[in-house]
């Protein structure tokens, strides 16, 4: 997730609803060991046993697949091998039940799942995120999952802004077929702008660690953090 040198900084939670892989982890981490929704539910888990990774709460999608390799049979690495029923939780409920009080970074890489799981983060200001890394499908490669732009709307709605994304994988057309996207309390808004004052230090410390030192200088900057003075003075290595 980050360099090993900051993972004693974390209070690492993993979620894992699949038996099989679960044990795997959570003699390391704290692992919620159902699945994560909108809701409590119940739901369908097809399992890509060749490619554990692949597995979704939707079905692979072959004509997908074909915008994203269509070279050879790499599809057959999502072949399902299983599925299962899941329990299915929601993030609010989770934490409650570990009594987490404050959610500071959040990634989802659900294979299509990421819109349904940040539904079910709640409305109140505990469990929003300071830093999140979502993984969004520009081009479908699962069954019937929602369209990105619902889910980057929804997330706008949040008052979140974008800040950073990366290409994942390769493609035939001349756009991401696959993106990590990265997203920060919009520091505009009045939401926005008390979610980071209310949690300013653990900030800072996460935009230092994922590299947004000039966007971390700016929203200082205006906010007037604290510690404004030796942030200004922090040199971006790969900018100046």
């Given at each position: ?53 692949g ?14 390799n269509?070279y ?44 349904e ?124």
């Amino acid at each position: 997730f980050f360099l090993k040198k900051y993972e004693k900084f974390f209070n690492t939670i993993l979620v894992e609803p699949n038996p099989s892989e679960e044990e795997k982890i959570k003699k390391k981490y704290t692992v919620i060991e159902k699945g994560l929704w909108s809701t409590n539910c119940v739901k369908k888990l097809y399992i890509t046993g060749k490619n554990p990774g692949g597995t979704s709460m939707y079905k692979p999608w072959k004509e997908g697949f074909d915008l994203y390799n269509p070279y050879n049979n790499y599809f057959r690495h999502y072949d399902i091998t299983d599925e299962i029923d899941v329990e299915c939780t929601t993030i609010k409920d989770s934490l409650d039940n570990l009594n987490i009080r404050e959610l500071d970074y959040l990634k989802i890489v659900t294979q299509g799942a990421e819109y349904e799981i940040l539904k079910g983060i709640g409305g109140g200001a505990n469990y929003l995120p300071l830093l999140m890394c979502i993984r969004a499908h520009i081009f479908p490669i699962y069954k019937d999952t929602p369209n990105w732009t619902e889910m980057l709307n929804y997330i706008y709605k949040l008052d979140y802004m974008l800040c950073s994304w990366e290409k994942i994988g390769a493609h035939i057309t001349q756009s991401p077929i696959h993106m990590g996207m990265f997203f920060i309390p919009n520091f505009l808004t009045e939401k926005g702008k008390d979610l980071i004052l209310s949690r300013e230090n653990e900030f800072i410390f996460l935009m230092l660690i994922f590299g947004q030192v000039r966007l971390l200088q700016s929203v200082s900057k205006k906010l007037e953090f604290k510690l404004n003075s030796n942030i200004s003075k922090i040199r971006d290595k790969f900018f100046d």
